[in-house]
């Protein structure tokens, strides 16, 4: 019945997915084919063919290596190998692990609560190590929701959800089935500048006891996990000052543990996190993305070096060399290239590294309290080299979760500053951000900015899942910091966007 009312599309991949979790052959074939030790993709590619070809003809489902999700969780789940590939709607990308391969029974695959869940439930490396709705579909009409992951506590939009029905479960569910977001229940810090006045949220999960306490339900992206050796900020908010708090946030939260790991466990899951790398690997028309000088894939950003403020323009690199705002150079070697895709991919990089725009009125990009105006490029904010997050834990408010942006889908907050700075001034926010931090006005609508690498295996984009596509986050930034990009340029960012 169920599948009577799913598109067509969905359907397939749900297939897939029923396939691949009693294929677990197929899974040991996969991984037999992603190389212990890096190939160029070429070879991958053929050898992947011939595996595909021995997988049909077993009567196996490929479906492993087409991308559909699976239940890394089961018993016979090998681990990854030190090099594997996925594929993505915008070719295939892979996962490296220097000093692995950590095999399936590190804890970051096994459960560790009581609901099933494990770290990888939501942070799956074939979709760049968090989730997207069309994986999360799958699942759901798979295993007709009772996978680890549709769990009331935090899947639902909220914990009290009526998920009696199949109807009621795809409602109850709707947030995440649609753009891939797990609702974050946070307590208004007791020491907060602003009161919570008014709550309009279509899904009654704000509890307040008061207007300055009780739990904000905010609905968030898994941010990925993986290329963690470059993150000074976790999580959008910056909430977690390192791995091991969060870990064991995530294991008494997400997996509703009563204790958190024991500390062999927690130092295995830092090593697996910190030592795990992603990328894209190949688009089609360019073809390989780290072969012939080109410095895309997991292994050239592996060897990336990074300290925390490296190439900060605001002051806070703490050897003050000169910032380069030559921020990516993956694809110098493809300016003019004769092959279309390359030159166009290599335009793109420019555009990212070196395009003006009026950068206006965003808090936390400079110390300025009047939040002055900058010339600037995405290279201002996205200044990690060739990882594109911002290397030190200072966060910015961008406008994403402004009112102006609110969707029906959304709760919609109104927030009244009773002291501090901002005293006196009203502020609407669908997420208040690392304003439930610090509890300061000034922090409202505060998000770290993400790492940009794996890109094509995550959408949708921003802390809420806002931007189904590339294209539209490139047209949000066009209109927001007036860049004045053509047709022409804005397909060209996406194209080098998608290679990352
Ligand atoms: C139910 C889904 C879910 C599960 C299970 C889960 N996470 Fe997450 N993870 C998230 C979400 C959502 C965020 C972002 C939350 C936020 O920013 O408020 C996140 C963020 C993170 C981050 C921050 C990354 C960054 O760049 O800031 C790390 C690291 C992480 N998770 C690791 C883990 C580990 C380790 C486990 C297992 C112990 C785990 N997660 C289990 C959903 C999940
Ligand atoms: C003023 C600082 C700033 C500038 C300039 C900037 N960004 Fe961002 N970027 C951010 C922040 C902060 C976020 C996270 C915001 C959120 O999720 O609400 C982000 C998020 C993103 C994301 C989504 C990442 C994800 O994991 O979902 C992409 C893609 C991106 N930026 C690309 C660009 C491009 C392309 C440009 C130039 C046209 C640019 N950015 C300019 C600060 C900036």
New binding site residues.
Partial sequence: MRSTNSPGALKQLATKYVAVSVAITALCMFAGWAATNVRSDDTQAKIKVKTRLRVLAAGKSPAYVAGASHDYATATFDGLERYSTWENSDGKSATYQPQGPFTADN??FKP?GTNG???????DPSAGW??TPAHIRARFEASHGTD??F?P???TTCPDADVSTPAAMKKAYSLLLNKG??R?G?AIPPDAEFSVVEVDDPYHCTKLSSPKSGVLS?Y??????T??RF?D????????GD?ER??ND??R???QAVDG?MPDQLAR??EF?TGTYDAQTWVPKAGSLQDGGVGGGPVALSREPFFIGINDPFGNNPIGAQTSLHVFNLYDLWRGDPNPERARIARGQAIFNATPMIIGGVPGLDDAEDHPTHEGFCTTCHDTPNVG?RSINILMNLGTADASRRTPDMPLFTLRCDSGALKGQTFQTMDPGQAMVTGKCTDIGRF?T??LRGLASRPPYF?DGQSATLMDVVNFYNDRFQVGLTAEEKEDLVAFLRTL
């Fill in positions: 804890p970051f560790m869940r494990s770290c990888v439930t939501c942070h968090t989730i680890p992951l769990r506590i935090d899947g977001l797990i974050i946070i905010v968030r992206r898994p941010l990925q996990a290329n963690l993150e900020s976790l999580m959008w908010d910056g909430r977690m791995l969060q870990a995530a294991v939260g997400h997996e790991p899951l830092i996190e997050n770290k993400s790492s802390h």
